[in-house]
T-cell receptor, first 114, second 110 residues
Framework: DSGVTQTPKHLITATGQRVTLRCSPRSGDLSVYWYQQSLDQGLQFLIQYYNGEERAKGNILERFSAQQFPDLHSELNLSSLELGDSALYFC?????????????FGPGTRLLVL | GQQLNQSPQSMFIQEGEDVSMNCTSSSIFNTWLWYKQDPGEGPVLLIALYKAGELTSNGRLTAQFGITRKDSFLNISASIPSDVGIYFCAGPNAGNMLTFGGGTRLMVKP
């Protein structure tokens, strides 16, 4: 158990819909990263938040957005869903020790868009 | 952008055999990470390498950071059925966003 929790574990929805994925980082971790894992694209970085502020963006679509709340949990919002958005979505939180940052991944949310 | 090429894509081996997989990059990384992903789970960090030439072990796992800083390998000795899973190499960019290799799927025959 990495200490990172994600809900829901599974989500089935229809094209055009909007969903929200939730992540709670490990206690004390200020950074949250979101990744998408699909069969054709592999694991890809989407976006990072640090202590409530967006820090970095990767291959995140404009239909997707995220935020990190004062209690440090984060939500990833996916809107106008398309079939190709079906994937595993992971969040990770990180700790810095001795100058090195290590990311710990949650169990993921499996999204199926029908 | 940075890309990590991981090989082989899959391996089907006999229990007890040793396994070797590697990862190469067209650009330099200052850190190499090896993760394992079990079915239905998130990636779990196995080994982190921080210095070129570094050789690090974690039980039956050994990983090395190539001296050119453009490659790394992971060895698993005396494989067991629970070694089954997908192994990913990863490297952070300047912003600590991880770039992942395509993964090596390991299957172990008892």
């Amino acid at each position: 158990d990495s200490g990172v929790t994600q809900t829901p574990k599974h989500l089935i929805t229809a094209t055009g819909q909007r969903v929200t994925l939730r992540c709670s980082p490990r206690s004390g971790d200020l950074s949250v990263y979101w990744y998408q894992q699909s069969l054709d694209q592999g694991l890809q970085f989407l976006i990072q938040y640090y202590n409530g502020e967006e820090r970095a963006k990767g291959n995140i679509l404009e239909r997707f957005s995220a935020q990190q709340f004062p209690d440090l949990h984060s939500e990833l919002n996916l809107s106008s869903l398309e079939l190709g958005d079906s994937a595993l979505y992971f969040c990770a939180s990180s700790v810095t020790d001795g100058g090195y940052e290590t990311q710990y991944f949650g169990p993921g949310t499996r999204l199926l868009v029908l | 952008g940075q890309q990590l090429n991981q090989s082989p894509q899959s391996m089907f081996i006999q229990e007890g055999e040793d396994v070797s997989m590697n990862c190469t990059s067209s650009s330099i990384f200052n850190t190499w990470l090896w993760y394992k992903q079990d079915p239905g789970e998130g990636p779990v960090l196995l080994i982190a390498l921080y210095k070129a030439g570094e050789l690090t072990s974690n039980g039956r796992l050994t990983a090395q950071f190539g001296i050119t800083r453009k490659d790394s390998f992971l060895n698993i000795s005396a494989s067991i059925p629970s070694d089954v899973g997908i192994y990913f190499c990863a490297g952070p960019n300047a912003g600590n966003m991880l770039t992942f290799g395509g993964g090596t799927r390991l299957m172990v025959k008892p």
